[in-house]
């Protein structure tokens, strides 16, 4: 079997290379670079996909969560509950918009733990950050009845989860605000960074609008201190490709998850991820495959030595697991799952023969 690398950019960009290169060129020979029509018309098209009031680009998906977070009126010393299970650019936006990040645990499914959110609630406690992590959207429904319980405001991290549900609604629109990242190797990824942050607040849209473009309105006028993080052009319409196919890849991933699923599930030495229509609560789009494994770091190397490419998701950590940042660490499930969680091979570019050619030589491991 040829190498199978954990993601294949270089085969993505060839499925529809010609398309990329027409949008660029057109792009550039305008010289539209910055908020220009295709910014535009990806904004007009992603409000259109998600069926929410305003989608407005960003640099990349870090400061769509904080201006989110900005608008949503956090002050300083608001504590801010979100799971540890999240990459550390989640817990430095609530930082940086002068809130205190306060760890919460996670479940089976790696998602943020109702329970948990609700245990750590103080006096200071402010909102929630649920985090819809590897194309799964949390238990809204547990997460709703907390925030309003304790008059808390919700803005969603759903990096990972553009084109995830939860009893139908979109990932992103539980809250006051939404998040999302166009890395490369998201679901919708870009060639650089990227992000967006949606809404149907008006309020809070202008806001964002503003704190985007160094905090400048339609007139021209400073109104506040803003930054610069704008989705550019290029980007933009490189985007604006992709989400025309964006189901049939969903589609695509949610095959190969089942398979993963239908082929390794017997192991009683692995932890899958939910199945897709396991639960007809959760639409889920599988951004990524996580799972927790026995012996983890033997099969890394096993499925190394046989050219499949796997990687631990945030280096092998989570949050509260940077000392430095002096954050707490009453999340016993995150902190065991830490020596277990490793990503398989997850991206259209994989074919049948690839994703049975992983699960054999998992189960020839683990057989051995």
């Not at 429904?141 to 609604?169: P, T, W």
């Not at 993963?260 to 939910?274: E, M, N, V």
């Not at 012996?295 to 490419?309: A, P, V």
Request: charged fraction near 25%.
């Amino acid at each position: 079997m040829k190498k199978i690398p954990f993601f294949n950019y270089p085969a993505l960009y060839q499925e529809q290379r010609s398309e990329f290169i027409k949008a660029m060129d057109e792009t550039c020979a305008k010289g539209a670079y910055i908020m220009q029509q295709e910014l535009l018309d990806f904004e007009s098209a992603m409000s259109a996909y998600l069926g929410v009031k305003h989608a407005i680009g960003t640099a990349d998906g870090t400061m769509a969560i904080l201006a989110g977070l900005i608008a949503a009126g956090i002050a300083p010393g608001d504590e801010v509950l979100v799971p540890s299970h999240t990459f550390v650019a989640t817990a430095a936006a609530i930082h940086h918009a002068g809130g205190k990040p306060v760890m919460v645990d996670c479940g089976r499914d790696h998602l943020i733990d109702p329970e948990s959110a609700e245990k750590h609630i103080t006096s200071k406690t402010r909102g929630i950050v649920p985090v819809q992590l590897n194309g799964r959207t949390a238990n809204m429904d547990e997460i709703g009845r907390i925030a309003q319980k304790h008059n808390l405001f919700i803005v969603e991290d759903a990096c990972q989860a553009l084109g995830s549900k939860f009893a139908g609604r979109f990932a992103g629109t539980f809250g006051l605000a939404g998040a999302f990242s166009f890395y490369p190797s998201k679901t919708l990824g870009c060639f650089g960074d990227g992000g967006a942050v949606i809404t149907n607040d008006d309020q809070v849209a202008a806001k964002i609008r503003l704190l985007r473009d160094h905090g400048r309105g339609t007139d021209g006028k400073i109104w506040c201190f803003g930054f610069n993080s704008r989705l550019d052009n290029i980007q933009a319409a490189i985007l604006n490709i992709k989400l025309k196919s964006y189901d049939k890849y969903i589609a695509r991933r949610r095959e190969i998850a089942c398979k993963y699923d239908a082929s390794l599930r017997h192991l009683t030495q692995l932890l899958l991820p939910p199945a897709p229509d396991s639960d007809p609560k959760h639409f889920d789009i599988f951004q990524n495959y996580e799972i927790e494994a026995e012996n983890r770091d033997s099969l890394r190397t096993f499925l190394s030595d046989n050219n499949i490419g796997t990687i631990l998701q945030w280096g092998g950590y989570v949050i509260h697991q940077s000392e430095r940042l002096g954050l707490n660490n009453d999340v016993p499930y995150a902190d065991a799952m830490t020596s277990k969680y490793m990503l398989l091979p997850m991206n259209t570019a994989l074919t049948d023969e690839e994703v049975e050619y992983i699960c054999e030589k998992i189960k020839e491991f683990y057989q051995a």
